[in-house]
């Protein structure tokens, strides 16, 4: 065997190991960041303004977050997240994994709306066994519109349509 | 974006990394075939002969451990098995090339093989029959007893090289039972500890800063510190006293968050070394090569001089495989104890520091382990295993390095000997066990209760 062929070997099998270390390192760094952070605008204006495919991206990182008994259930065009639009909580979004969301100023709620219009236990919003997701006003002092209706009874809501709690603006969306 | 940017922080739930353990498995099979094909080169201009049987039986056994995996622990942590199979490689042809050494002896590897095959197999029943790790809780003071008897049956047998650790089988071969020993009493200290911690932490008078707990609670701790002082006594074995004093004191401090368990233990371990290493003759020995190495000794200097001389031919980049003098260390074990002198030569210090930093990673993913682990029972067994291993790794290298004496220990994985191969693949075993316990996903909620009152009033 060539000296040169012996040192090229000696060199490569260092470079081999090392590498292996380096990639064993890497697979390592998923443990340190443990949770996900996403970026979301402050403003509704700013929401839109987004590039398309970045929104799709974090529409898509939702999703894979899911259970998958609840994405056994989704079916296509239903919404994934629930989006405050409008008020002080503006950019905060709750993913839908079909559980119920509750609204309301006391502390314990899905939503803690600051709003001095809202109620403590002030709405809710459920998923019915098909899937299709209601909003239902619990007894609030000032109300709960869908779109300019002031709700009586459990709605359907439909995707996008505004859900407006005192000066907070609530949608669904994909 | 504005200054009133907000952030929405999701857990990843925790995927199941199957995949890249398989392609780390692939990286950790080729790298011993291509340490394998180097030696071979090296020393006889030509390829061995064996290096595709070599090749395609590591793979294989590494893709049946890996279709296990995947079948039975499905969420365990990616790093162990590989890691594991690469160290178990590495120090495969490490004695292979020095059983080309006429001078050191018969040759081990094929047994050596045979011991690596078997530590495969008994990772596997670990995994297939203990579904759950909470079940060795149960056997908490079956384990204590099983460790003693383990620890004391050597005393039965005669020495060989001073020490007398090995239970001689007639026709099997000697196995050193302190080596099984080492995970059946880390699973009674977990049992133990588990129970006492509270009592051992809060029940304690507060004495110059230091916390002393109750006679009746410090107990235990004296009674494994004098029966590992016997074991060193009658056995001789430094490393195996050193390692269950230390691994009891580690899982103290872990149980109880106690600093003055960490004081106890060192002034006790110092004060109990300093006492046999100034009686009994054999330590006496190891003591006087590690203060003056270059003493000579039946007209050559030390062994642990001569594996700093090797260390020292390596340099940085090392020799290569198969083409440094570890034949010249005259030691009684150069593919044991001194093995890594071989690595330091051979791969250098960059090789050294990587086998190194292997271990650390395999270290670091079994306290990562303990850390996700959601009972107490799996933390304390996950961190008394991993902290037992990295005892065991620092007492060897440390030896061999000249930085404590040598104790006579072997490195895990690496080097030749059959029962310290075994009890480290059931050791991994266990570990990546808890590690699927502890990163299988929550399961997902119950339906509220108040949701299923609604649909039966809207039913009607």
């Known amino acids: ?174 | 974006m504005s200054a009133s940017n907000t952030t929405t922080i999701t857990s990843i739930g925790a995927p199941n990394r199957r995949n890249t353990e398989l392609a780390l498995l692939v990286f950790a099979v080729a790298i011993p075939v291509f340490a394998y094909a180097n030696v071979g080169l090296a020393k006889n201009g030509s390829v061995p002969a064996g290096l595709l049987g070599y090749g395609v039986g590591l793979g294989l056994l590494a893709t049946v451990t890996h279709l296990l995996v995947r079948k039975f622990a499905p969420y365990a942590d990616p790093l162990m098995l590989p890691i594991a199979t690469l160290l178990n490689g590495l120090g495969l042809v490490l004695i292979w090339r020095l059983d080309q050494e006429p001078s050191l002896g018969a040759a081990m590897a094929p047994k050596q093989l045979m011991w690596s095959t078997f530590g495969v197999v008994l990772f596997v029943l670990v995994l297939v029959f203990v579904k759950d790790h909470r079940i060795l809780q149960r056997y908490t003071y079956i384990s204590m007893v099983l460790a003693l008897f383990l620890l004391v049956l050597p005393v039965f047998f005669p020495p060989v090289y001073g020490a007398r650790i090995w239970v001689t089988l007639p026709g099997i071969g000697s196995l050193q039972p302190g080596e099984f020993a080492k995970i059946i009493i880390t699973v009674f200290f977990a049992g133990y500890l588990m129970v006492k911690r509270d009592a051992l932490a809060l029940a304690s008078r507060r004495v110059m800063g230091l916390y002393l707990p109750r006679g009746r609670d410090l107990g235990p701790i004296l009674v494994i510190w004098a029966v590992s002082l016997l074991i060193l006594v009658f056995e001789t074995d430094l490393g195996t006293s050193l390692l269950f004093f230390g691994l009891f004191v580690v899982m103290l401090y872990v149980a109880t968050e106690r600093t003055s368990w960490i004081v106890f233990g060192l002034l006790l371990s110092s004060a109990g070394a300093v006492a046999v290493a100034s009686s009994e003759p054999h330590v006496k020995t190891r003591v006087q090569d590690w203060l003056h190495p270059l003493a000579l000794e039946n007209g050559a200097v030390t062994e642990t001089a001569q594996a700093r001389y090797a260390f020292g031919s390596g340099g940085l980049f090392g020799s290569g495989l198969g083409q440094g003098y570890s034949r010249l260390i005259h030691g009684i074990a150069p593919k044991s104890d001194y093995i890594l002198a071989t690595v330091g030569e051979e791969l250098g210090l960059a090789g050294l520091m990587a086998v190194l930093l292997l271990y650390g990673l395999l270290i670091e993913r079994g306290i990562r382990t303990a850390l996700a682990a959601r009972d107490p029972f799996g933390k304390l067994l996950a961190i008394g295993l991993s902290g037992g291993f990295a005892l065991q790794v620092f007492v060897v290298a440390g030896g061999v390095t000249g930085l404590i004496p040598l104790t006579g220990m072997t490195m895990p994985f690496m080097a030749q000997g059959g029962s310290s191969v075994i009890a480290n693949w059931a050791l991994v075993a266990i570990l990546l066990r808890i590690s699927d316990t502890a990163r299988r996903p929550a399961p997902s909620p119950a339906p509220s209760p108040d949701a299923e009152a609604t649909q039966v009033v809207r039913n009607q």
């Open chain 1, 1 to 174: 065997m060539s000296e040169l062929t012996l040192t090229v070997m000696r060199l490569g099998f260092l470079a081999v190991l090392w590498l292996f270390v380096i990639v064993a390192v890497q697979v390592i760094r998923s443990d340190l960041f443990g949770t996900r952070v996403t970026q979301r605008a402050g403003r509704r204006g700013e929401t839109a303004a987004r590039p398309p495919q970045q929104r799709q991206q974090a529409a898509a990182q939702d999703r894979r977050a899911q259970q998958p008994a609840a994405s056994a259930r989704q079916r296509r065009g239903a919404p994934t997240k629930l989006v405050v639009a409008e008020g002080s909580l503006a950019g905060t979004t709750v993913a839908l994994q079909g559980q119920t969301i509750t609204l309301g100023r006391a502390h314990d709620s899905t939503i803690v709306l600051d709003d001095d219009y809202a109620s403590s236990r002030h709405a809710r919003i459920y998923p019915d066994r098909d899937g299709q997701w209601i909003v239902e006003d619990l007894g609030s002092t000032n109300g709960t519109y869908l779109d300019r209706n002031r709700l009586t009874t459990p709605t359907p809501v439909p995707l996008g349509a505004p859900i407006r709690i005192g000066k907070t603006v609530i949608e669904l969306r994909k």
